[in-house]
């Protein structure tokens, strides 16, 4: 399975989940980050959501081959539709979700899907996750900066309180080009955290910074 950057980000970034919270991930894809967060929280109980049913059946694939069938599971549903049948709501909530909004639409049908709000905006994430989410849980997404920006001001809108923003880059000298935030539906008494992450300390392959690597390192040979 191809993973990548954003994916392995958000699966790592640490995330406040009580001992045998439930996890919604929405757009699942694979599964990779469902995987990460329930190696980390092994009481936790999982499912991922995604509107592709080959990458359904791959992430139920991946959860049998690394033995967390048990407690993780997979739907091929959409989250709009999810949202108006399920009936219970979620602790947690994670998400790496389309961006790109140009016209000019990647021919692979799958790509599409990953990677366009043709499908699902940044609006209806919001309305939805709003609707799943416990009182008190927290959404975890990563998004270009300024898809954040906006998804910020829709949250806010809705009585959510934006408590933690990690800004990424791949150099020293590049400008921002991803951002991991974390929304809390209702008050959470902590003040807002801001952190940044640096991906390479040079252009050379593989020239990690060290806090790339520590984030990192339960999950990738470096």
């Not at 919604?24 to 190696?39: D, K, Q, Y």
């Not at 990677?115 to 609006?123: P, V, Y």
């Not at 954040?148 to 080009?177: C, N, Q, T, W, Y």
């Not at 640096?198 to 392959?205: G, L, V």
Request: glycine share 6%.
């Amino acid at each position: 399975m191809k993973i990548g950057t954003d994916a392995l980000l958000l699966g790592a970034y640490p995330k406040i989940i009580k001992k045998t919270g439930t996890i919604l991930e929405i757009g699942s894809g694979c599964g990779i980050i469902t995987m990460m967060a329930a190696l980390q929280h092994p009481e936790s109980r999982f499912l991922g959501i995604d509107i592709d049913e080959s990458s359904v059946e791959e992430f139920k694939e991946n959860l049998c081959n690394n033995q967390l069938d048990g407690r993780c599971n997979a739907r091929c549903i959409g989250l709009t539709e999810y949202s108006k049948v399920v009936s219970n709501q979620y602790d947690v909530i994670i998400s790496n979700p389309p961006f790109f909004t140009s016209d000019m639409l990647p021919k692979d049908h799958k790509s599409r899907i990953s990677k366009h709000t043709t499908t699902l905006s940044l609006q209806e994430i919001v309305n939805s996750v709003n609707i799943l989410l416990k009182e008190g849980g927290l959404f975890y997404v990563i998004l270009p900066v300024p898809e954040s920006e906006a998804i910020s001001h829709s949250f806010k809108a809705v009585g959510f309180e934006h408590i933690e923003s990690m800004d990424i880059r791949s150099l020293a000298s590049s400008p921002f080009f991803r951002r991991i935030q974390v929304f809390s539906k209702g008050n959470f008494d902590q003040k807002l955290i801001l952190k940044q992450l640096t991906i390479y300390k040079s252009q050379e392959r593989n020239d990690w910074t060290d806090e790339y690597k520590k984030l990192l390192q339960e999950f990738k040979n470096f």
